[in-house]
């Protein structure tokens, strides 16, 4: 069952004269209690596209177009009465940093039971003792004494921990989770992925993964977008995508990845640089880093085509079964 169905989300940014072109028509659904992994370099517009669909831009100078259908309700082209209703309750997110999604003003117990107060109408006191209890599932220690800190008074994991707690505290039907292990060590980034996908199994909910780290999505989702200049470039499910690579873009993020199988000397890095979002970009964006573009690849849009059960690919000469990866 679609629970979050997103289609033709395009956003741009007016600044000083210029536009720029953050998401270009992107289009997916997402399952009930399925993980969807949004993979990509920095600068793809992973975020923007998850912040848009949440409303979390200012409008101007952001423009979104197209629609997020969740139940029967518009996410994009809801009233903000509607939105805030929906946000931090039936949707989550956890941002990329703790330390900055924090007020380090207020103790970590009075931000945490802010949602329960607002959208479930709780006791301060019945708040307060769910507050306990996700802190307790989330791995904080002695959370009775440390709730009553400051978020400076955390740890990078301990706050991580803290704000996934804050994220799941409503039982939330989507998580969107925005790179939330960048910065940790590879110990607790292990602990928190493990944490995530505990709490998912009991709630049963959806998640949306953010992330540039393609390990944590070869063993975390189910399914994966690659995204490049705005644009979803090959889709498919987890172990599809490293089998069966589509795109020629996929390929050299997978050859990114050090391998410790592979003594090759230098590191492999994809030449070239990202497009300009400013100007127009016809055909492939990744057709002036590409190996394998030829000239239609620069010139004619490619539609997205099925290469396998649930695998799409927007190349052409993969489409056209001119070149195999």
């Given at each position: 069952?679609?629970?979050?169905?997103?289609?033709?989300?395009?956003?741009?940014?007016?600044?000083?004269?210029?536009?720029?072109?953050?998401?270009?028509?992107?289009?997916?659904?997402?399952?009930?209690?399925?993980?969807?992994?949004?993979?990509?370099?920095?600068?793809?517009?992973?975020?923007?596209?998850?912040?848009?669909?949440?409303?979390?831009?200012?409008?101007?100078p952001a423009d979104i177009s197209g629609s997020a259908l969740f139940g029967l309700q518009d996410l994009v082209s809801c009233s903000s009465k509607?939105?805030?209703?929906?946000?931090?309750?039936?949707?989550s997110m956890v941002f990329q940093d703790p330390q900055a999604a924090f007020n380090p003003y207020l103790?970590?117990?009075?931000?945490?039971?802010?949602?329960?107060?607002?959208h479930r109408r709780l006791s301060r006191r019945t708040a307060m003792d769910k507050v306990l209890s996700i802190l307790e599932e989330t791995g904080i220690p002695d959370p009775a004494r440390r709730c009553r800190c400051y978020p400076h008074e955390f740890s990078g994991g301990m706050l991580q921990r803290a704000m996934i707690a804050m994220a799941l505290i409503t039982h939330p039907e989507i998580l969107i989770a925005d790179e939330p292990t960048t910065a940790l060590d590879v110990t607790i980034q292990m602990q928190i992925l493990q944490l995530l996908k505990s709490l998912q199994r009991q709630l049963s909910m959806s998640v949306i993964f953010i992330t540039h780290n393609l390990g944590i999505?070869?063993?975390?989702?189910?399914?994966?977008?690659?995204?490049?200049?705005?644009?979803i470039l090959e889709s498919a499910s987890g172990d599809d995508l490293f089998l069966h690579t589509a795109h020629p873009y996929t390929k050299a993020l997978i050859r990114s990845v050090p391998s410790l199988h592979v003594n090759s000397g230098e590191l492999y890095s994809i030449e070239g640089k990202?497009?300009?979002?400013?100007?127009?970009?016809?055909?492939?964006?990744?057709a002036p880093r590409c190996t394998y573009a030829q000239g239609e690849c620069t010139e004619e849009d490619a539609a997205a085509g099925l290469v396998g059960v649930s695998h799409f690919t927007s190349c052409r000469r993969v489409l056209k079964g001119e070149i195999s990866l």
């Open positions: 069952m679609v629970i979050l169905d997103v289609r033709n989300i395009s956003t741009t940014f007016k600044l000083r004269g210029t536009t720029l072109r953050a998401v270009n028509d992107v289009s997916f659904g997402l399952q009930k209690g399925e993980t969807l992994g949004i993979v990509g370099e920095s600068g793809s517009g992973k975020t923007v596209l998850c912040h848009s669909i949440m409303q979390l831009l200012p409008r101007p509607d939105i805030r209703n929906i946000r931090g309750n039936r949707i103790r970590i117990c009075d931000q945490l039971i802010e949602p329960l107060l607002y999505v070869a063993g975390f989702c189910d399914r994966v977008l690659v995204m490049y200049a705005g644009q990202p497009p300009d979002l400013t100007k127009e970009i016809k055909g492939c964006p990744f």
